[in-house]
Structures are given as C-alpha cells and as structure tokens.
C-alpha cells in the first residue's frame, strides 16, 4: 500500500483525488489558480431586513439592479428576508393580512432574482430573528411534525438546494445572533443588539468583538470608526429594504440602503454605502431609480 498519497479533496475544483501527502491540490492548475483567486480584489454587497411581505418594492429592486451592475463575488441576505408575521407573539388583532405563502413566494422569487442577477457569486442568507419565528412556532406549536425530513423549514421554503443558496442558522435553539466571517478583518450578521439611536448598537459591537462588522436588525445606516493598537476598524449598520411604514410598530431612524464590502489582500477592507431615498440611489455620481 502506497502510503505517500491520500484520497482528498482538491480546494480548487472539488474533485476527490489522490493526492500525495505533502500537497494540497489535485494538479499544478488547480494550485496556480486558488492562488490567482486569493490574490484578487473581491466584492461583496450586503442587504438585508427586507421583511417580505412588508417590503419597499423600490428599495428591493435597487438592490437586485446593482448586483445585476456590479455581479460581485459574494451576496449575503443579511437576515429578516421573511417576515413571519402571522406567526410572530406581537401580531396585531385583525391585522393578519397576507400569510406565510405570499412570504414564501416573495422571498422565494427574490432569491431566484438574485441568483439570476449573479449566477457565478456564493450566495448566503443569515437567519435573523423574524426567520427564527418559524423554527420557535415549529418547537412550540407544533413539535410533532418538525423532525418532517423536508419542506417546514426556510432553506426547503425557498428552494435554497436548487438555487444555490447557503442558510446560516443562529446556534441553539433560541435565537442568538447570527454572523459569518466575509473576509478576515470583518464580520457580517444579524447580530442581538439594537439601539433606537443611529451607530450605537454597531459601536457595542465593535467594542465587543475588535473588528470590523456589517450588523442588520436595527434598520439604520449609522456609521462608527475606532482606532485600535496598529489597525482601524469600522462598524457599519446597514439599513433595511423593507417599507419605513411597517403595521406592527413604529419606526426609529430607519434608512433605506445596503453595503458594499471591498477587500483586496493585505489591506484592509474598504465600504461604500448606498443610501435609498423615496426609491432612489446615488452611487458613482449617478442617481439610479426604482
């Protein structure tokens, strides 16, 4: 038995290979271009708190434009994609309006709209706290039929298998924050923390975890920038895509808009946030309407 080679995985191209012990890739081609790829200037955009079905029309179609425009590496739906509100403890009385199909469909569709908008790009979507409605009313109402193997929860709703999507559950079984690493000097999540007033949240965030973070839940775009021992960070809130007049409550400095996240390696990674205003963007000297 030839010890020198193992069957492996090749982190280029995915293929399972036998490669010799002492390297990583299944062929030099393979090893010439994971090392293009991580060198090369990356893009992401970050949007999220669309609250299907009390969404901005215009707000969601700006954003689906500019990923159409700019086909980034990476978009991340940064949690509250669905509402959920015909399960939530906070619905009104009389005020059902449309239920969990009409969510499904809209977030469904969007989903669809992004993939086709940017069919090379990894496309992630974070649990946030209105999606994690669906998994308590499972745990509490209805705990007989969660262990069903397909189609009661978000990922089997949406189609996320046949989209290409990746679902980033909160940890446990009580929603805590939900966050991924995007590049290595920054977080992105929808993180347990809100304030009414604009920045302050993200500034506990940065404070708490020493790095640049993109948070949603809170709806604002505030901004915060700290200097620490050899690097700056940033914290960056980064607004909603859902309507500014929504049933169930009433809105604290919430701002329409999302992010983009530049990282090229070896410096650190550089924002630019896109403002919506009354269905309309500015960005590269430009005003784009919905």
């Known amino acids: 038995m030839n010890t020198r080679y193992a069957e492996k995985k090749c982190p280029q191209c ?51 434009r500019f990923i159409q425009r700019l086909k980034p590496d990476e978009v991340i739906v940064n949690g509250d994609g669905l509402d959920c509100y015909t399960i939530s403890r906070w619905l009104q009385p009389g ?30 979507w974070l649990e946030g706290n209105h999606e994690f409605r669906l998994r308590q ?21 949406l189609e996320f298998d046949e ?46 975890y020493g790095t640049s973070i993109i948070t949603g839940h809170g709806h604002c775009m505030g901004v915060h920038h700290r200097k620490m021992p050899g ?12 309507d500014l007049n929504p049933p169930y409550c009433e809105p604290h400095h919430w ?8 990282h090229r390696p070896g410096e650190p990674t550089v924002f630019e946030r896109v403002e919506i205003f009354n269905g309309a963007a500015y960005y590269g000297g430009k005003r784009f309407t919905a």
């Open 14 to 64: 995915g293929v399972m290979a036998r490669i010799r012990n002492d390297r990583t890739f299944c062929s030099p081609t393979c090893a010439r271009r994971f090392t293009a790829e991580a060198k090369r200037e990356k893009l992401a955009i970050i949007g999220g708190d669309v609250h299907f079905p009390n969404h901005d029309p215009r707000a969601v179609d700006l954003f689906l």
């Open 95 to 124: 005020s059902i309006g449309p239920g969990m199909r009409a969510e499904v469909d809209l977030g469904q569709e969007f989903a669809q709209n992004i993939r086709q908008a940017a069919p090379k790009a990894r496309c992630r």
């Open 137 to 157: 009313f499972l745990n509490n109402e209805a705990a007989a039929v969660k262990d069903l193997d397909h189609g009661l929860t978000i990922p089997d709703q």
């Open 163 to 208: 989209l290409g999507f990746e679902y980033v559950e909160t940890p446990g079984s009580k929603w805590f924050s939900t966050y991924v690493e995007l590049f290595p000097d920054l977080l992105v999540g929808h993180f347990n923390k809100t304030s009414i007033n604009s920045a302050y949240a993200v500034k506990g965030l940065v404070e708490r």
């Open 231 to 242: 690097r700056e960070v940033t914290g960056l809130e980064g607004g909603c895509l859902c």
């Open 255 to 262: 701002r329409q808009g999302f992010i983009l996240a530049h």
